[in-house]
């Protein structure tokens, strides 16, 4: 029987080291998986930030090292010193001065070279459609041939 005991023995041992092969596999497979994912993940964000050209002027690196070229930066200025500057007038105000500037009427653009060059004042489009729409709601300004004009009332009344 020692012929069948070193069979059933040398059975058990390779049943054995094939269950250590089958969950090492097992983990193998799993690190694989993970692996893969990983993989995917940061082909996604390296393509895209590689193939996007940067929104600034200069690269993170050279904004750190101080330049030698001798130009000095403009000091930033805070919300009161811009508010001081010249600006004593709110964008609705000063909107509606210009508009009443123009005695034939103005476009909106008109209206903002007015305002650029009387008050030093750069609007955006879409700010200055916005006040002179409050304008026009309120009855100060009416907008004939695309042309705002001060209405009849409001220039009658002796406006703000």
Same mark, same amino acid.
């Given at each position: 029987?020692?012929?069948?005991?070193?069979?059933?023995?040398?059975?058990?041992?390779?049943?054995?080291?094939?269950?250590?092969?089958?969950?090492?596999?097992?983990?193998?497979?799993?690190?694989?998986?993970?692996?893969?994912?990983?993989?995917?993940?940061?082909?996604?964000?390296?393509?895209?930030?590689?193939?996007?050209?940067?929104?600034?002027?200069?690269?993170?690196?050279?904004?750190?090292?101080?330049?030698?070229?001798?130009?000095?930066? !403009?000091? %930033? *200025?805070?919300?009161?010193?811009?508010?001081?500057?010249? =600006?004593?007038?709110?964008? #609705? &105000? @000063?909107?509606?001065?210009?508009?009443?500037?123009?005695?034939?009427?103005?476009?909106?653009?008109?209206?903002?070279?007015?305002?650029?060059?009387?008050?030093?004042?750069?609007?955006?489009?879409?700010?200055?459609?916005?006040?002179?729409? !409050?304008? %026009? *709601?309120?009855?100060?300004?009416?907008?004939?041939?695309? =042309?705002?004009?001060?209405? #009849? &009332? @409001?220039?009658?009344?002796?406006?703000?």
């Amino acid at each position: 029987m020692s012929t069948f005991d070193d069979i059933s023995q040398e059975r058990q041992r390779i049943a054995d080291r094939l269950g250590k092969l089958d969950a090492e596999r097992a983990r193998l497979a799993e690190q694989l998986t993970e692996l893969e994912t990983t993989e995917r993940v940061l082909s996604r964000f390296s393509k895209s930030a590689s193939d996007m050209p940067r929104r600034r002027g200069r690269p993170r690196s050279d904004a750190s090292v101080p330049s030698g070229n001798g130009r000095k930066s !403009r000091p %930033r *200025r805070n919300a009161q010193a811009v508010a001081a500057k010249g =600006r004593e007038l709110s964008l #609705a &105000d @000063a909107t509606l001065r210009a508009v009443q500037a123009h005695t034939d009427g103005a476009s909106a653009e008109e209206v903002r070279n007015y305002l650029a060059r009387e008050f030093e004042m750069q609007v955006r489009p879409n700010h200055l459609g916005m006040a002179l729409q !409050r304008h %026009r *709601r309120a009855g100060r300004l009416d907008n004939r041939d695309s =042309r705002w004009r001060v209405s #009849a &009332d @409001a220039g009658s009344a002796g406006g703000a």
